[in-house]
């Protein structure tokens, strides 16, 4: 299983609401993150995870809370979010964490904040 | 610091027509890691290359051939023959020795016209 999945694909969410976004790989890999793209942009590096615990947090605001529950599965929760976190957020993984490793992404999540 | 610079915003070819997509990048790392990625309209990046900084030979696979030269600081990837299937937005990237952080550069959008 060479797949990254996301779920949900789609989510519309009000200001107010508390909502997940799911993240799993089966391929056995130990580093998985987060990004954020927005349109006709580039990934932006959110968080990264190796071997379960919190490697990198670039700066993103408390309202993102990320969570690595065992070493497939990587959450991303959301709360209070503002009508310009409506983006695309993928998820990737790769072997580890050193420089030389691809990275394998999810299809993403589109959310759209209203 | 460390920079990707895609110049080339949209490209736009006919069918059959070759197609170069150009990469610069900037880094003080003697040893990195460079990167192609494509992101197909269903949204998840797939991996194409990696070059290793000490590894300048040209590889070519199928249709597609990549050109990386220390000299000018350069990464460049060619299709040859488009198809339409080719179109996409490409994403040239890089990570230092040190993994945790791949950069991207912007982006090129190619269509490739029946």
């Known amino acids: 299983d060479t797949e990254v999945t996301q779920t949900p694909k789609h989510l519309v969410m009000g200001m107010t609401n508390k909502k997940s976004l799911k993240c799993e790989q089966h391929m056995g890999h130990r580093a998985m993150y987060w990004y954020k793209q927005k349109a006709k942009k580039p990934p932006e590096l959110m968080f990264v995870y190796s071997y379960e615990k919190l490697s990198i947090n670039e700066s993103v605001p408390s309202r993102f809370s990320p969570e690595c529950p065992n070493s497939s599965l990587l959450n991303l929760h959301l709360h209070a979010l503002q009508p310009e976190d409506s983006a695309l957020y993928l998820c990737?993984?790769?072997?580890?964490?050193?420089?030389?490793?691809?990275?394998?992404f999810g299809p993403g999540t589109r959310l759209t904040v209203l | 610091a460390q920079k990707v610079t895609q110049a080339q915003t949209e490209i736009s070819v006919v069918e059959k027509e070759d197609v170069t997509l150009d990469c610069v990048y900037e880094t003080r790392d003697t040893t990195y890691y460079l990167f192609w990625y494509k992101q197909p309209p269903s949204g998840e990046l797939v991996f194409l290359i990696r070059r290793n900084s000490f590894d300048e030979q040209n590889e070519i696979s199928g249709r597609y051939s990549w050109n990386f030269q220390k000299s000018t600081s350069s990464f460049n990837f060619t299709i040859t023959a488009s198809q339409v299937v080719d179109s996409a937005v490409y994403f040239c990237?890089?990570?230092?020795?040190?993994?945790?952080?791949?950069?991207f550069g912007a982006g090129t959008r190619l269509f490739v016209k029946a």
């Open positions: 990737a993984s790769s072997t580890g964490l050193a420089g030389y490793n691809e990275q394998f």
């Open positions: 990237a890089l990570s230092g020795s040190g993994g945790f952080k791949t950069i």
